[in-house]
């Protein structure tokens, strides 16, 4: 069983930065593949970002050269560091765990985190 706990949300103006923190519980953090999915008001759930175990990653189209993600395993924590940041990508970010191979689906993920309001005021 892992329990994720995201932080480090809040309100930004556009073209600031925040960085975002997923704080995992349980063992065995490094076993498990870790996504950033967000929703915006009105809108379905979508991929962000994932890491691999081995440190691969992936990013959306829509967020690349502006988000990192990054894995620190001896504090069970996964990151996403946010800069250039833009209206649309105001949302609710979540952070989620899977054992095996990444996805973009969320559907293929096996634990959740509450989720954190980012703010991006134009």
């Known amino acids: 069983q892992v329990q994720l706990v995201e932080s480090g949300g809040g309100q930004v103006q556009a073209g600031g930065s925040l960085r975002l923190s997923c704080a995992a519980s349980g063992r065995d953090f490094s076993f498990y593949a870790m996504g950033w999915f967000r929703q915006a008001p009105g809108k379905e759930r979508e991929f962000v970002v994932y890491i691999t175990t081995s440190g691969g990653t992936s990013y959306a189209d829509s967020v690349k050269g502006r988000f990192t993600i990054s894995r620190d395993n001896a504090k069970n924590t996964v990151y996403l560091q946010m800069n250039s940041l833009k209206a649309e990508n105001t949302a609710v970010y979540y952070c989620?765990?899977?054992?095996?191979?990444?996805?973009?689906?969320?559907?293929?993920?096996?634990?959740w985190g509450q989720g954190t309001q980012v703010t991006v005021s134009s």
């Open positions: 989620a765990a899977k054992r095996g191979a990444t996805s973009r689906y969320e559907s293929r993920y096996d634990y």
